[in-house]
């Protein structure tokens, strides 16, 4: 049999250290929100492969699916025959899209991709170039996704020069003495010093920002760039790659505030597990690419979308939306209490949308400094206890909890209880 050592001296001899692993376990099953090493050591997952199992690991509906799928064809390139999934899924995604007018949907593979032709869309759609992003944001690993994420380490290191035209303005945070009006009072600046908004093609925020420290962006930051986006022809791109599918108590998490943008990004949980991502937008911002100007081999694969549609029907008769809101609720209350407990590690702004939940690490109880060397001993003594968590955020601070949305209330219980053992202070 082999061990999780054995197997972590394989990985570092093949696999580039570019791609690192947040633990040294190696999955051998997993179900629901349980997942099992190659030892047989059984963990509580309370990291969703970064936010893609909503619906757990292995949803029976989702397998029955793919299943299916699998016994029909498992790819023949959208672009040489298409096929009734993709049409299908494109056609109710558009459908819960909260739109005015007719919408449109295309996929492809990663978040990456999707926001990448995202910006392409909306390029060919205006007629301009540049981009606007936020600090903190993720929007992935590639060449123009990498400038438009808006933190160095790791994401841009080394790895530059990086495509020009994108801009970031800051993104509100409280506990970091950043307001609304700061980030407005930048934009402007942004546009005075060094882009036209004429020039604007995009801009694109997370309704909740992932990798930043799961920071919810404030309804009268979205309201105001919606105006701000109407009043100079520029499009506002919604990413909900981490956000989407329920995990916020919505569909997409900028339904939170009311504000309609023009396209969104999605990936993740959209299917359960397998590699499928998508823009959904106005169909007029998404008709403006010329045929063959998007596309890829393996956008919109046939078994990612009958997986997808499976979890579609998932979030809709197990109610996860409301689920969503109700585990939220159960965690916060947790984590109120552990606030108040002198014996653990100091945890302070205790935030997010429905079961979006994060909290930060901090040096002094009652203060606001980060300690992002603790926030990572947590997670490492979590995984000792049996637990998979993960941290984010500015400073590695954030603590992310991203259990599958059909979790038992008694094994989030359990989370929770190694959760609290885990921030006990050790001396």
Not at 81 to 87: D, I, L, Q, T
Not at 237 to 263: C, L, N, W, Y
Not at 320 to 342: F, P, T
């Amino acid at each position: 049999m082999s061990t999780n050592a054995d197997l972590h001296a394989r990985r570092l001899a093949a696999v580039p250290r570019g791609v690192a692993t947040a633990t040294q376990i190696f999955a051998a099953r997993a179900e629901n929100a349980e997942l099992w090493d190659v030892e047989g050591r059984r963990y509580v997952d309370f990291a969703g492969g970064i936010a893609v199992l909503n619906t757990g690991h292995r949803h029976p509906r989702v397998l029955e699916a793919v299943r299916a799928q699998l016994d029909a064809y498992t790819h023949t390139a959208f672009q040489v025959v298409a096929y009734e999934p993709y049409v299908e899924l494109a056609e109710r995604l558009n459908a819960l899209a909260q739109f005015d007018g007719p919408a449109k949907t295309i996929f492809f593979t990663t978040g990456a991709e999707a926001v990448e032709n995202a910006v392409k869309m909306a390029r060919a759609a205006t007629g301009r170039s540049a981009v606007i992003a936020f600090t903190g944001g993720f929007h992935g690993r590639t060449l123009l996704t990498m400038a438009m994420t808006g933190k160095v380490v790791p994401y841009k290191r080394l790895f530059g020069p990086l495509p020009g035209e994108v801009f970031h303005a800051p993104f509100p945070v409280p506990q970091y003495g950043v307001t609304v009006e700061d980030s407005l009072r930048a934009l402007e600046f942004l546009f005075r010093a060094d882009v036209e908004p004429e020039r604007v093609a995009a801009i694109i925020i997370e309704p909740v920002q992932g990798e930043g420290g799961f920071q919810p962006a404030p309804p009268e930051l979205l309201r105001a760039l919606r105006e701000i986006c109407d009043r100079h022809g520029i499009l506002l791109i919604s990413d909900e790659v981490q956000a989407g599918f329920a995990r916020t108590g919505k569909m997409f998490g900028i339904e939170h505030s009311g504000v309609q943008p023009d396209m969104i990004t999605v990936a993740k949980s959209l299917a359960g597990g397998f590699p499928l991502s998508g823009v959904i937008g106005r169909a007029a911002v998404m008709d403006a690419a010329e045929p063959g100007g998007l596309g890829g081999t393996y956008a919109g694969p046939p078994i990612a979308c009958a997986a997808a549609l499976a979890v579609l029907d998932v979030i809709v008769d197990e109610q996860l939306m409301a689920r969503a809101d109700a585990q939220g609720e159960r965690i916060k209350g947790r984590l109120q209490a552990m606030s108040r407990r002198n014996d653990l590690v100091p945890i302070a702004g205790i935030r997010g949308p429905g079961a979006m939940v994060g909290f930060d690490i901090v040096r002094e109880r009652g203060g606001g400094e980060p300690d992002g060397a603790e926030a990572k001993a947590v997670t490492v003594r979590a995984l000792q206890k049996g637990l998979l968590l993960l941290s984010c955020g500015v400073h590695g601070e954030t603590i992310r909890l991203l259990a599958p949305l059909t979790t038992p209330d008694a094994i989030l219980d359990e989370g929770l209880d190694i959760l609290e053992a885990s921030l006990e202070r050790l001396s």
